[in-house]
């Protein structure tokens, strides 16, 4: 079936739209992390899966709508997007409700801490002012929510914005 002028270039904003938002969003994470000096719990990491796998889908749907491929192939790719956003959402809101004490988080939360010095005699400075993550304690709150909250409701917007285009597409 042949898509319509108007139907390929929604389908095009819906795969560019949340492609752009997930790079964006991870972008901001990884800011965070490097810029800012946050180091990431592993839940935090966890997060991050769905837009790393999400964005290369996200590319061929805004190619596939681009240059006009089968409109099943842009819908069945947007719904793909939209599908994992749903899984980032649903593990950052078990990562809000473990930060908030709703229930029990993982039996361990430890990452690697980049930027510990591996000089033996700024090691022991190190450990004073470098602190491990915590999964339960939010390292920072903007306006009342943590990085997973945000990540909860950037999560629901992308996958509304895939999820849309796939069905109007």
Known sequence: ML???????????????ATLGMAATVGGALAFQYIGGYIPCALCLMQR?????????????TLSALLRGPQWLTRGLLAI????????AGIAVYHAG??????EGPATCATTATGVSSNVGDLLGDLDSKHGPSCTD???RV????FAGWNVIASLILAAIALRGAAKA
């Open 98 to 103: 473990v930060e908030w004490h709703f229930w």
């Open 143 to 146: 306006l009342g929510l943590s």
């Open 3 to 17: 898509a319509t002028p108007l139907q390929s270039s929604r389908r095009l904003a819906s795969s560019l739209l």
């Open 49 to 61: 899966d769905p837009y790393y796998y999400g964005i290369p889908v996200g590319i061929a749907a």
């Open 138 to 140: 939010a390292a920072l």
């Open 81 to 88: 997007v939209g599908i994992m956003m749903l899984v980032g």
